[in-house]
């Protein structure tokens, strides 16, 4: 409730400050997309559409559970409870008299022992001691519920560019389960491999009709001309007649509209559609393994595809000279192409979580003028860097 709650104070500020047919985009995560929308839809703005950006490369971030039971000591924490409470029962020692022989506190003793009281209705929480403390125990009281080590651990390197290798890892990989327990859980993890972010497509309700708002204040509509898919030659066909352009109706086997078609027969490229693409972030002459793009074949000419996906470029990934990089950069060519679906000529761009400013540099580089708001210091001067170092126009194309 709290991420929602946050989400629909700033969606009423950029409401507040948006002109009637104004639009937002916002990325949001898969876990908790849901909540976003509907914060944004609660601040008042109108949902249009979501918009899927696929990637390649992600990188799984789940707990392997065959792992997570070995570091907790191989068995459930309520039968290590029972095996501790007997041990020290067999020793002939209190509560107090073990946390002062391994040097804890009594009420830790009595919650690895007894578990500890939750809110009224749920089941106690046993707690398991951690690997120093059970090393302690089975010294003092020949405790047996944990003569387990994790073996092969080994740190894991970072990444190529310097970067931590990924957020919120802990730097170390374990080697394979070693208790009888872990082993039959072997291969369960709790995540799905990342290879797609979801993006809130809103608008700021229009003042009258479209054609009034677009007329009266510029905004109110999406920019498909400048954001077509460049169809190359895959639209032709021999057979229709209409010369040069092909599958230019819908069938009717499904009772659809039998008119004349927009979305692809059209010599500047496809309709823009809410799934974008990417290739992997090894893709130089030719797809890598696992790429997006080389896994959709022929389907791929429907969407907008953007060369770098998975990670932006180094170019792209402005550093400080203490190393400070922001973890999340967002690929130039993509947000070019978002400002400019959404931004009306003459026009400007407002990000309020601007980190790295690759929007800045986006809305820049399309001719839109820009505000952006960073609260982290540091990553407010990696903006600086970026937005400093020289301005390389290129054609929408050159992304791709």
Known sequence: MKFG???????????????????LLAFGGTRTY??????????????????????????PKGIDVAKAIDRVGGSSPKEQAGVLKQARQRAGMTVAQVAEAIGCTVTSVRDWEDGRARAA?????????SPAYRERLADLL???ADERRIVGASPRLRDKDGSVFQLGYSGVEYGEAITPLARSWTGWNTALKPAHEPIVLARKPLAG???TNVVELGTGALNVEGCRTGAGQDYRNKCSSVVGLGSNRNGDAYGEWTGVREDS???AGRWPTNVLIGHGPDCTTACSPGCPVKELGAEARFFPTFRYE?????????RLADGTAHPTVKPLALMRWL??????PGGAVLDPFVGSGTTLEAAALEGFRAVGVEQHEPYARLCCVRLNKPLAPVLFGDGA
């Open 5 to 23: 709650r946050w989400c629909e104070s700033w969606a009423r500020e950029c409401i507040r400050v948006l002109k009637p047919g104004g639009h």
């Open 34 to 59: 849901h909540r976003m929308a509907v914060a944004i839809e609660d601040a008042g703005f109108e949902i249009r559409d979501s918009i899927h950006w696929i990637y390649g490369g992600g990188f």
């Open 121 to 129: 209705g749920r089941e106690v929480e046993h707690i398991v001691p």
């Open 142 to 144: 020949g405790y047996s």
């Open 209 to 211: 009709t479209v054609a």
């Open 265 to 267: 027969a059209h010599e």
């Open 310 to 318: 998975a990670k932006a470029p180094a170019l792209e990934r402005p």
């Open 339 to 344: 400002t400019r679906l959404v931004t009306p």
